[in-house]
């Protein structure tokens, strides 16, 4: 291993990957075992729930960017020894969240029938996904601590409170879901609104849980001093400044992935409820490897922070090279044993076929997908490249993968395991340009 890994601490990776990892894995194991309690309800309401998940999904990834930024700080503020500043980065995080999520907010409750026809046409789809999308909407007030919380909270060497809180909360989402989609212990039957309404309590839970940690044991970085503590305008034009490429970035690559939802979607309910089959093996695999791409952002951000700025360039590369391997295992797995999750879902034999072929081109991009996320997310952006990251995922998503999934889907009128290649592409696009910038070694700043 130290061979392999030549400036790599294996105890401190282990340390902050694994709990990121773990909670990852169990958060989507437990959505998966949730997709098949969905599956059991027929082809529309797979679709209707997927499509019902898309604004939220939308949201995380745009507040991600602010809390992307708040990890860059707390990292580097951890490694230079200042934890006196914790408290101005969540309170920035917290602010700048709360004024991205009010129109998601307002939009998901007014407007939730509008949102979904961007997607498809079918009418059943969309009154049963109006409904989901309303209720999940409370759930987007409890995300915002959520994430804040939980990414100073890794940034400063406490990885493992947001693991247990967030395992706690699937399991609690979990359950809830079984009681309230089925009707068990004499509940009545909800269908797609109990799934909504578990995801809303969960969520709550969550939050609850993080606030009160952090306000007994780390109340130096918590929600009560953030709210009373004053931040300089020079502080605050900082972090907006590392902030807004990130947000830009989050919310741009997650539009441009709900556009291929879209091209799925107009392309048919059967293509679109296939994809959705392979939505959960997806965030599984590279869930596994999310706590890689923490800690190569924390570890290297605290690298930089301490102007140790060699040993970071070296194991960036260490962190590929996990990449590769790991990804190569893990994606034998998924070819194998394709047909056999597949066949879990009560869906038609026809969204079984194609879902198979899906997943088994999944596995063959899982290296690229994986690399990019931990070479853009984690090693580029600790050094505050937030902007080159937003450059590469516009390039991809919408210079590439948008116009090639259009092109191939409505003008050459493509099966979609053709069409989900030609979008793939863009992966392998940004993983070239990126890597070329990590060799240029241009990333390599301490802005703190």
């Known amino acids: 291993m130290k061979m392999f890994l030549k400036e ?109 026809r961007i997607f498809i046409s079918d009418a059943a789809v969309i009154n049963v996904g109006a409904d989901y999308l309303k209720i999940c909407a409370v759930s987007y007030i409890p995300l915002i601590f959520i ?29 809830l879901n079984a009681v309230f989609i089925f009707g068990l212990f004499g509940c009545p039957a909800f269908g797609a609104k109990g799934a909504a309404a578990a995801t809303v309590i969960s969520y709550i839970a969550e939050a609850v849980v993080l606030i009160v940690y952090m306000q007994v044991y780390f109340p130096e970085g918590g929600v009560v001093r953030a709210l009373k503590i ?17 947000i830009g970035n989050e919310l741009l690559w997650a539009l441009g992935d709900s556009g291929y939802t879209a091209i799925y979607g107009r392309m048919g309910t059967e293509e679109l409820a296939a994809m959705t089959l392979t939505f959960p093996v997806q965030g599984l695999s590279v869930g596994f490897f999310s706590g890689l791409s923490a800690a190569a952002g924390i570890i290297i951000g ?26 190569a295992a893990i994606g034998l797995v998924i070819a194998a ?82 069409v989900y290649i030609l979008i793939s592409i863009e992966e392998i696009v940004r993983l070239m340009l990126g890597l070329v910038r990590v060799k240029s070694k241009k990333w390599m700043k301490c802005i703190v």
């Open 8 to 116: 790599l601490d294996a105890k401190k990776l282990f340390a902050i990957a694994l709990p990121v990892s773990i909670q990852s894995l169990i958060q989507n194991m437990l959505g998966m075992i949730d997709q098949v309690m969905i599956g059991q309800l027929g082809d529309t309401v797979v679709a209707a729930v997927s499509l019902g998940c898309r604004p939220g999904f939308i949201l995380i990834y745009t507040l991600s960017g602010i809390t992307a930024a708040a990890s860059i700080f707390a990292s580097q503020y951890e490694g230079a020894g200042d934890r006196s500043q914790h408290a101005k980065v969540m309170r920035s995080a917290i602010f700048c969240c709360l004024l991205l999520t009010l129109p998601f907010f307002l939009l998901a409750v007014c407007a939730s029938k509008t949102v979904l």
């Open 147 to 175: 994430m804040t919380c939980s990414a100073i909270l890794r940034s400063t060497g406490r990885a493992n409170i947001p693991m247990i809180a967030g395992i706690g909360a699937v399991i609690v989402n979990t359950v």
């Open 230 to 246: 004053h931040c300089s305008k020079d502080f605050a034009r900082t972090f907006l400044i590392t902030a807004l490429p990130a």
């Open 302 to 327: 605290n690298l930089l922070g301490a102007r140790q700025t060699k040993q970071a360039y070296t194991a960036a590369w260490d962190f590929f090279k996990l990449c590769i391997v790991g990804c």
């Open 337 to 418: 044993c394709a047909g056999l999750y597949v066949d879990f879902y009560n869906v038609s034999e026809n969204v079984r076929i194609i879902a198979k072929q899906l997943l088994a081109i999944f596995a063959f991009f899982l290296w690229i997908k994986v690399s990019n996320m931990v070479m853009l997310s984690g090693v580029l952006r600790s050094g505050g490249q937030t902007r080159y990251t937003l450059f590469l995922d516009v390039l991809g998503t919408w210079g590439i993968g948008i116009p090639f999934g259009i092109i191939a889907a409505f003008v050459l009128c493509a099966d979609i395991r053709f």
